[in-house]
């Protein structure tokens, strides 16, 4: 059974830090891309990042560019986000997510935020106050 688990969500000030993780069971995470989202109030959900391990690839949205960054370690088969220079707009809901097969979203292109991916988190709450 394909399980994704996220964690390390909470309250930080503005120009903080905050590092995600994404703790996957039921499958290799070297063979799929995982891909962050966020939610936040009375917005639509937008694509963060991505990453793929056996393409060596990751992709960011533009507006978490230079201050967000995707990685993973599939000794855990986990995959983080590390978020720094946190603004309030970053307060959202973040979930990650995996499609069912490895002939699922380039994640070096765009079109990845637009994929239908079936496996989700139960998503992690990240605060930021100014």
């Known amino acids: 059974e394909v399980q994704l688990v996220e964690s390390g969500g909470g309250l930080v000030q503005a120009g903080g830090s905050l590092n995600l993780s994404c703790a996957a069971s039921?499958?290799?995470?070297?063979?799929?891309?995982i891909a962050w989202f966020r939610r936040a109030p009375g917005k639509e959900r937008e694509g963060v990042s991505c990453?793929?391990?056996?393409?060596?690839?990751?992709n960011y949205a533009n507006s978490v560019k230079g201050r967000f960054t995707i990685f993973s370690d599939n000794t855990k088969n986990t995959v983080y986000l590390q978020m720094n220079s946190l603004k309030p707009e970053d307060t959202a809901v973040y979930y990650c997510?995996?499609?069912?097969?490895?002939?699922?979203?380039?994640?070096?292109?765009?079109?990845?935020?637009?994929?239908?991916?079936?496996?989700w988190g139960q998503g992690t709450q990240v605060t930021v106050s100014s």
């Open positions: 039921g499958f290799t995470i070297d063979d799929y891309v």
């Open positions: 997510a995996a499609p069912s097969s490895r002939l699922g979203p380039i994640c070096g292109a765009s079109g990845w935020e637009g994929y239908i991916y079936p496996n």
């Open positions: 990453i793929s391990r056996s393409f060596g690839t990751t």
